[in-house]
Nanobody, 128 residues
Framework: QVQLVESGGGLVQAGGSLRLSCAAS????????LGWFRQVPGKEHDFVAA????????YYADSVKGRFTISRDDAKNTVYLQMESLKPEDTAVYYC?????????????????????WGQGTQVTVSS
């Protein structure tokens, strides 16, 4: 299994930036498709961004395309979400997620149901 811990959330004014980090521990020698989701009270997890394993292909929700960037540092077992030009509607708890895949996998997973491993979440609040 792999354990995920997010950090980097906080309060920021509209137009500002934040970088979220998600550090993995445990069975990090395996290969994983990775994703970021967000959730507001009373709603399900909404897809934000995802990155594939072997070819590092990325995919974004339309609402964040051009403003957010997902990346990973395999040496640090960490996936990042760089968020720019933040808007009040980006306010949510942000979660990283991982799903074990084959080493040759190029899949990008966009549904929360496709992920087995989740972090505890980090709050992002964007004030207007």
């Amino acid at each position: 299994q792999v354990q995920l811990v997010e950090s980097g959330g906080g309060l920021v004014q509209a137009g500002g930036s934040l970088r979220l980090s998600c550090a993995a521990s445990g069975r990090t020698s395996s290969s994983y498709a990775l994703g970021w989701f967000r959730q507001v009270p009373g709603k399900e997890h909404d897809f934000v961004a995802a990155i594939s394993w072997s070819d590092v292909r990325t995919y974004y929700a339309d609402s964040v395309k051009g403003r957010f960037t997902i990346s990973r540092d395999d040496a640090k077992n960490t996936v990042y979400l760089q968020m720019e030009s933040l808007k009040p509607e980006d306010t949510a708890v942000y979660y990283c997620a991982a799903q074990r895949v084959s080493r040759s996998s190029r899949v990008v997973l966009v549904s929360a149901h496709e992920y087995d491993y989740w972090g505890q979440g980090t709050q992002v609040t964007v004030s207007s």
